[in-house]
C-alpha cells in the first residue's frame, strides 16, 4: 500500500474513532451522526469562512461591475482590465473561495465514505432509517421484493402495482422528508449565494433538483450528516449575507465612485 493509501485509510479509521466515540457516549447512531457532522463543521470553520467572505465581497462589488460592464461592453478587452483592476483596488481575488474548498474535499470524502459504508443496521433515528436510502424504504413500503433491483424506474413501477403501499408513511416518511428538507436548505443556500447575480439564479434552481436526484439512493446516515452540514452551512451564510446587508446600506460608498459613461462629464 503506497503512504497516499495509507494516510487514506487512516483518514477513514479515524472518522469511524470518532463516530464510535460518540456513539459510546450517547447511545444514539443519530446523534453521534449529529455531533460528528458539528465537529468537522467546526475544524473547517476557517476554511468555510473564508470562502464565503470571499463570496460575500464578489458581491459588494456586484453594483460597480454592473456600471463597468455597461459602460464597457463592446470593449471586452477594457472592460476585464477595468474588472482586474476594480479587484486588485478591493483585495479581492476571484479564485480566492475556491482554494479553502479543495483543502475541505479530502475530509468530506473521508466523512462521506464512512457514513456510506457503516453498517446502522435497522437503526431508526427520528424516523429515518439510517441504513435505507429513500428508494429502498419506498420499495419496501410498497412490498418489493428485498433482492429486488433498487432503482428509479423500478420502485416507480413498484409503486405503480401496489398504490397501497404508500400509506406506510412511516416506513419511508423519515427519509423522504429528510430529503426534501436538504433540497429546500441547497435552494435557501444557492438563493443567498446568487442574490444580486441574475447568471447565477439559475443554478439555485437546478442545484435542489439535481441533488435531490442524487440523494434518492443515499443512505439515511449519509442524508442525516448532509441536512446537519447544511443547515450548519445555510447559518453562517445567511449572517454573513445580512452583515454584508447592512454594510451595504450604512457605506453606500459601493456607489460612488463608478466609471463615468461614455459621453458624461470628466
Known sequence: ???????????????????NFFYGLTHSYG???????????????PLNHRQMVSMQRM?????????IQEKYAHDKEKM??????????????????????????????????????YDFGS????????????LSTL?????????????????LSGVAANPAGLVNVGVYGGNLILLVVISFLT????HLTSAGNPQMAMM???????????????????????????????????WLHRKTALEMQEKPSLFRNKPPREGDEE
Open 123 to 134: 437503526i431508526r433515528f427520528l424516523g429515518v432509517e439510517l441504513m435505507g436510502s429513500v
Open 204 to 238: 439555485s434552481w437546478f442545484m435542489p433538483v439535481f441533488l435531490a436526484f442524487i440523494c434518492l439512493s443515499l443512505p439515511g446516515g449519509v442524508l442525516l450528516y448532509w441536512g446537519v452540514s447544511s443547515l450548519a452551512g445555510v447559518a453562517q451564510q445567511w
Open 80 to 117: 476585464n482590465q477595468e474588472v482586474m483592476k476594480l479587484y486588485k483596488e478591493n483585495k479581492v481575488n476571484p479564485a480566492a473561495g475556491c482554494l479553502p474548498l479543495l483543502v475541505q474535499l479530502p475530509i468530506l470524502i473521508l466523512l462521506f465514505r464512512a457514513l456510506m459504508n
Open 187 to 190: 435552494w435557501f443556500q444557492q
Open 59 to 67: 458581491q459588494k462589488l456586484q453594483p460597480r461591475m454592473k456600471v
Open 1 to 19: 500500500m503506497n503512504v497516499l493509501g495509507a494516510l487514506w485509510k487512516a483518514g477513514g479509521d479515524l472518522m469511524l474513532a470518532i463516530l
Open 31 to 45: 446523534l453521534a451522526i449529529i455531533l460528528l457532522t458539528l465537529v468537522i463543521r467546526l475544524l473547517l470553520h
Open 139 to 155: 420499495a419496501n413500503a410498497v412490498g418489493m421484493a428485498p433482492d429486488a433491483s433498487v432503482g428509479v424506474v423500478s420502485v
